[in-house]
């Protein structure tokens, strides 16, 4: 009896999809682990405000590991996330409580992000730029640009939105997981289903009929625009704006695409492990605070943690069978 391609493709699903957890699975595990030790020393986790604080804690990191994970999956990299973060902060805080009203402010920050991205990325596709190199000079121009609107910490947003983000509802952890649902769906576009191809194999897929151009470049302007999302969150979080405050999200958000298992080569990783990688760093923050480390202990110790959660499925897939 024949298969249809779409059956063919539904057997060929879940064991593509294990292969892909592979190299996850060993972070599950330190995950878990963390998420008992946390719940432990704080009981209180489980109830609605709990989650709440956390998942608001945990959901600006959670979209620029995102944002950075798409980027690595197409084989490159961005330097430029943390300073879109900062500029979605500051175009939050300066419209909204404008004439552009909230909804105005929220749709100036998706054009500055998506705008951001797509330049970025036609760039690094048209003329054959290292990606690194092109982010690189975007921080320092998006950078520039947060300081010339809001040159100090400023602005406002409504305080009504505030409490709808960051209030205590639960409200980061919905936007989440709409936003994993949001990429399952992209990935099952024409665009989506190409992204691998063109990071993993760029002139094969070329070859193949890919559209590699306008993935990479569909790629860096949703990386942007998940960038310069969180900077709204954030800003809705301190109920202003700071043309500084996503300088930590770059770095961070590397480390976490590089715990969930996403390379720097391209087509090799998942967003579930980028999102599993974000919610290890920010629950071992929490739990290193209750736990009473000193500032320099919390930051020896996150780093080797870090190594080990990145070392843990080499060292097991060494042991496995050859």
Do not use: C
Not at 6 to 24: A, C, E, F, I, K
Not at 265 to 293: C, D, E
């Amino acid at each position: 009896m024949s298969h249809t391609p779409d059956t063919r493709s539904q057997r060929l699903y879940w064991p593509v999809q294990m292969q892909r957890n592979r190299g996850v699975r060993g972070l599950f595990v330190v995950v878990a682990a963390f998420l008992a030790l946390y719940v432990y020393l704080f009981p209180g986790l489980f109830s609605i405000g709990g989650v709440s604080k956390f998942a608001q804690s945990w959901f600006p990191l959670a979209l620029v590991s995102m944002s950075q994970a798409i980027l690595m999956l197409t084989g490159g990299i961005s330097l430029s996330i943390g300073a879109t973060v900062s500029l979605g902060a500051v175009i939050a805080a300066t419209t909204m409580t404008g004439p552009l009203g909230v909804v105005g402010g929220i749709a100036a920050v998706a054009v500055a992000g998506l705008g951001i991205g797509a330049i970025s990325g036609a760039i690094v596709v048209r003329l054959k730029l290292p990606a690194i190199v092109v982010t690189l000079a975007a921080s320092f121009i998006i950078g520039g640009a947060a300081l010339l609107i809001l040159p100090r910490p400023g602005g406002a947003i409504p305080i009504w939105f505030s409490d709808l983000l960051a209030g205590n509802t639960p409200a980061a952890l919905i936007l989440l997981i709409v936003t994993a649902l949001l990429w399952k769906l992209y990935l099952a576009t024409p665009l989506g289903l190409s992204l691998y191809a063109s990071g993993e194999n760029p002139v094969g897929a070329y070859r193949g009929g890919v559209p590699v151009d306008r993935s990479l470049i569909a790629a860096y302007a949703i990386s942007g625009l998940l960038a310069a999302a969180a900077g709204l969150f954030v800003a809705a979080q301190t109920g202003s704006g700071d043309p500084v405050i996503g300088t930590a999200f770059t770095l961070n958000s590397i480390a976490a695409a590089v715990l969930g298992g996403v390379g720097f080569l391209g087509g090799r990783g998942t967003m579930r492990g980028a999102i599993a990688g974000s919610l290890l760093l920010s629950v071992m923050i929490n739990v290193m605070f209750f736990l009473g480390f000193p500032p320099v202990a919390q930051y020896v110790a996150q780093g080797l943690i870090i190594i080990g959660a990145v070392a843990l499925p080499e060292i097991t897939g060494r042991r496995g069978p050859r």
